[in-house]
């Protein structure tokens, strides 16, 4: 970075030179007054007036030009076609003149051709990067990073049991590759690692190469994706030509979504740039060129947008699934991650792990992260379970605003609404039981939280969960009907998340007893992938009015039941509003305890 900005420095320094000097050579040339024969010839008859007078004789003939100075500071030129008759008038009014053979070429005339020149090296000097001498164009060369070595291996990756363990044959072949030749197995030459963002893909591939100990490329996928048509498939070229030389080897190229999207479904046709790279890319990994030692690994969150061509054994062999960690895993991350850092005795990271449910591990490490500068900014020296808790409301549902000033009618719909969704919380065993409430305004423009705290983790999610996460939702609606015998726009997300989970169950799920097992969900990715952008709808009209009435009786069931359990406790909706209003915050030990 230092030599870039050494070796920038005098063109910059240049540029702001040669600009300068042309802009007063511009505004020097501004000042001169042009004058006619006419005027020429009025102007000598006040000698009087004149300071200077400068003749520019061309080689070839009698013409010219002449610069007159006069004593005010004006600048005068004007065209000679006969010099000597110029030169007479000048010496019959005694004024005294310089003559000067003019070659025909000034500096001047060559400012603006210079200073175009400099800012055109300046932009091709800008676009490379700054790199050296024969490297101006080279725009094809690989953008690929490579660590030679790197200091994670398999311990560094918590939770990830089976996916740590599908890697450790690729460890194996490139720790000892020739065990496996004389068996006659190929080793897969490329692994793709699906999962969602923040799951560790990344952290796998960095961890095989560190366990193997052999040199590590990494590269984007839109690293490849360049405005000059040809650039994507030479970055390939190159990226692989390297690799070969520092063979064996592994690529990484994450998020490669972005270059590897299925062919002919853009509006572009079928040879844009990244379809070029793209081709360039499944020949590289498997086509008449031989890539001995050279496993390529890939990370993407949209596997079902890629290539088929891509997918195929031979070039990405074997698929990966980096799921979100199970509650056993997250309190080994949660473990991993507190190696370094001074927990206090209270800290009970099972229960952190049973509270973080669909956290991934980027989440949890933000989590710890977050805990450890809260327990820096309190003056402390340990984390306490508080710091995790004040850490966990941050990241989750965002930063208390307990300075924002609330009216008391505010905060009193704020305890029944959050109240209404506790107590369904509390009395429903798929849902709950309740971890915490609050009527505290936070980051996210909510009025409230109410946080349950799940005991275990579901695989799969039955029809009577459903109903009940959709009863749930309601709870803060029907408490604000029955309460303040109105409602408010405070319930629009609750609203927004029964419909959707409803629209699921009807529509995907095949939980409609009229549909039946009929999948009536267009799928959303086909106009993004262009396979048809008119989306014509799969289903009739008389289905989709079946569906809209099926949606409808859903949500009044739950809505019936949720509505009944919430008016059969209404002594605790009472109790549980005025102990809100009160400490603004209660646990759910506190809650359970007026029932």
Not at 26 to 45: D, I, V, W
Not at 493 to 502: G, W
């Amino acid at each position: 970075m230092n030599n870039q900005k050494t070796f920038r420095f005098p063109w910059i320094a240049l540029l702001i030179i040669v600009i300068i000097y042309g802009s007063l050579i511009f505004s020097s040339r501004n000042n001169t007054n042009r004058l006619s024969a006419q005027g020429l010839e009025q102007m000598l008859q006040s000698p009087e007036k004149i300071e200077e007078v400068v003749i520019n004789s061309s080689r070839d003939n009698n013409t010219g030009s002449v610069t007159i100075h006069s004593r005010n500071g004006s600048v005068y030129s004007s065209t000679l076609t006969d010099i000597d008759r110029t030169a007479a008038k000048l010496e019959e009014a005694g004024i005294d003149y310089t003559v000067q053979l003019d070659s025909g070429y000034r500096l001047n005339d060559f400012i603006p051709y210079i200073v175009m020149l400099v800012m055109f090296m300046v932009i091709l000097r800008v676009m490379t990067g700054g790199r050296g001498q024969g490297q101006m164009m080279n725009f094809g060369k690989s953008r690929a990073k490579l660590a030679v070595r790197t200091d994670l291996n398999m311990e560094n990756v918590a939770g990830m049991v089976e996916e740590k363990e599908e890697l450790r044959e690729i460890v194996e072949f490139l720790k000892n590759p020739k065990t496996f030749i004389e068996m006659g197995a190929r080793i897969p030459k490329g692994i793709i690692l699906v999962g969602a963002p923040g799951t560790g893909k990344t952290l796998l591939a960095k961890a095989v190469a560190g366990e193997a100990n052999v040199p590590f490329f990494s590269i984007s996928g839109s690293d490849f994706v360049e405005m000059y048509v040809g650039v994507g498939a030479a970055r390939v070229r190159d990226m692989f030509d390297e690799a070969k030389r520092n063979s064996p080897c592994i690529i990484f190229i994450d998020e490669i979504d972005a270059v590897a999207r299925r062919r002919g479904t853009g509006l572009g046709g079928s040879h844009d740039e990244r379809e070029q790279t793209l081709n360039q890319m499944l020949v590289e990994m498997d086509g008449f060129a031989q890539n001995q030692g050279i496993i390529v690994m890939a990370a993407t969150n949209r596997v079902d947008i890629l290539d088929p061509a891509i997918m195929r054994p031979g070039r990405f062999d074997r698929k990966i699934v980096v799921s979100k960690p199970d509650v056993a895993a997250r309190e080994s991350i949660l473990k991993l991650h507190s190696k370094n850092k001074h927990l206090a005795a209270d800290v009970d990271l099972k229960r952190v792990a049973q509270t973080t449910a669909g956290y991934t591990g980027a989440d949890l490490e933000n989590l710890m992260n977050e805990a450890a500068i809260k327990a820096v900014m309190d003056k402390k020296s340990v984390i306490n379970q508080s710091d995790i808790n004040d850490a966990f409301i941050k990241t989750g549902i965002g930063t208390e605003k307990k300075s924002k000033v609330i009216s008391e009618r505010d905060k009193k719909i704020t305890a029944y609404h959050e109240t209404g969704h506790a107590i369904l919380f509390h009395l429903l065993e798929d849902v709950g039981p309740v971890h915490m409430i609050s009527i505290i305004p936070t980051g996210e423009g909510a009025a409230g939280y109410t946080m349950p705290l799940p005991d275990k983790d579901n695989s799969f999610i039955t029809r009577t969960q459903l109903k009940h996460m959709m009863m749930a939702a309601m709870g803060g609606r029907i408490a604000e009907e029955l309460i303040c015998e109105d409602i408010t726009t405070g319930a629009s997300q609750d609203i927004k998340q029964v419909t959707k989970i409803a629209r699921a169950m009807v529509m995907q799920y095949g939980m409609s007893d009229k549909i039946g097992m009929i999948n009536c969900d267009e799928n959303g990715d086909d106009v993004f992938l262009g396979y048809d952008i008119a989306h014509n709808k799969t289903y009739s009209d008389e289905l989709l009015s079946l569906i809209d009435s099926e949606i409808r009786a859903l949500v009044e069931e739950c809505y019936t039941a949720a509505k009944s359990m919430i008016m059969s406790h209404r002594n605790v909706l009472e109790k549980s509003c005025e102990l809100l209003l009160e400490k603004e915050k209660i646990t759910g030990e506190e809650f359970a305890a007026l029932f």
